[in-house]
């Protein structure tokens, strides 16, 4: 009688061709990446929830927010360079984790690596996207006579 056992599934992947991968040069970056997690969390919370008391605790609420109460918190560079600072955090930490959701499931090399590719190429779109608008944004263009807020100077 032979004893034949059946491995786990995904046992020993480290051993399978299939799964190989060169772990010794990727550690230094994991840990990065794993201590970036934590730290951008902490900060994340801390700017969200600041962020949100300012935008829906503060003043009449939600009912404040439209174009206006947007063009007079971005006439501040302080909340230009908050929002700036949470778009980045956030993106890159969303970018991060799913980076690992894709290393973790992804069998294929190649399927990895278009998966990886096409997070990277929208996260970079989003994030340069999202820094034009914070920094571009002008509530009273030149030569626009309909529609303007209250606060933009009659021409």
């Excluded at 991968?21 to 990727?26: E, G, I, M, V, Y």
Aim: hydrophobic share 50%; charged share 10%.
């Amino acid at each position: 009688m032979s004893s034949n056992v059946i491995a786990s599934p995904r046992s020993n992947s480290a051993q399978s061709p299939q799964y190989k991968r060169n772990k010794s040069a990727h550690s230094s970056f994991e840990m990065t990446a794993w201590l970036f997690m934590r730290v951008s969390g902490v900060v994340l919370v801390v700017l969200i929830f600041g962020h949100l008391f300012v935008n829906l605790m503060l003043g009449d609420g939600i009912h404040a927010i439209d174009f206006g109460f947007v063009a007079g918190k971005w006439s501040s560079p302080f909340w230009q360079w908050w929002d700036l600072v949470m778009l980045w955090l956030a993106m890159l930490h969303g970018t991060n984790g799913v980076r690992t959701i894709i290393n973790d499931y992804a069998e294929r090399n190649g399927t990895r690596m278009t998966l990886k590719t096409v997070l990277y190429a929208a996260a970079v779109v989003i994030i340069v996207l999202g820094t034009l608008v914070i920094f571009t944004f002008d509530p009273c263009p030149a030569g626009a006579v309909i529609d303007l807020p209250s606060f933009c100077p009659v021409p």
